[in-house]
């Protein structure tokens, strides 16, 4: 059985750092693409960042870029987002999400963490 725990949200600065926690568990996942995903208030959830476990090749969306990284840690099964100069508008509940590398959806979610940025 697949689990995917986040962890690290918090209430934080505008401008301030932040680093998120994915750990995953249940199955081996070399052959996985590793996605982390928001959704704010009032607003459908959007993606933020993919990494692919294998290759380590990362994606992001175009709000994020410069400001986040997603990396992994093959020996702890946990994929991270580092969240710099935030800001309010990147509030919101951050979902870590799995899917197998030939697949477009993603099959396993996390509970969410909550990630606040004041003004």
């Known amino acids: 059985q697949v689990q995917l725990v986040e962890s690290g949200g918090q209430l934080v600065e505008a401008g301030g750092s932040l680093r998120l926690s994915c750990a995953a568990s249940g199955r081996t996942f070399s052959s996985y693409v590793m996605g982390w995903f928001r959704q704010a208030p009032g607003k459908e959830r959007e993606f933020v960042a993919r990494i692919t476990w294998t290759t380590g090749t990362t994606n992001y969306a175009d709000s994020v870029k410069g400001r986040f990284t997603i990396s992994r840690d093959n020996d702890k099964n946990t994929v991270y987002l580092q969240m710099n100069s935030l800001k309010p508008e990147d509030t919101a509940v951050y979902y870590c999400?799995?899917?197998?590398?030939?697949?477009?959806?993603?099959?396993?979610w996390g509970q969410g963490t909550q990630v606040t940025v004041s003004s």
């Open positions: 999400a799995a899917r197998i590398l030939y697949k477009s959806s993603y099959d396993y």
